[in-house]
């Protein structure tokens, strides 16, 4: 039993090391996925948005699960900057990741 428990506590630790970390652009994941200018367009994030997602340095877009969504909305309606940077912490899916955490820079 004693066996057990610490293998349960073992595996609870280890699944919090999985954890990813992004540092981007906060973008407006619509205008990013629907632009003809793709990469290149601006897309900047602004009080409007509702879809968020993260440009990073490679030009490659990460979309936000609904919580990252919530998040990023937050963020955004309490700053001040255009085109605000973000670090990103969470696990990714594909080409979404499901946000832990957003902080602005």
Known sequence: MRKLASTAVFLAAASLGFAETWTGKLVDAVCKVSSDAGASAVCAATP???LFAIEL????V???DALGNEKAADAVKNIKKTNPRVIVTGSQE??????ETIEVQ
């Open 48 to 50: 409007a948005t509702h």
């Open 62 to 64: 990460l979309s936000l």
């Open 94 to 99: 594909g080409l979404m990741v499901r946000v």
């Open 57 to 60: 340095s490679d030009t490659k």
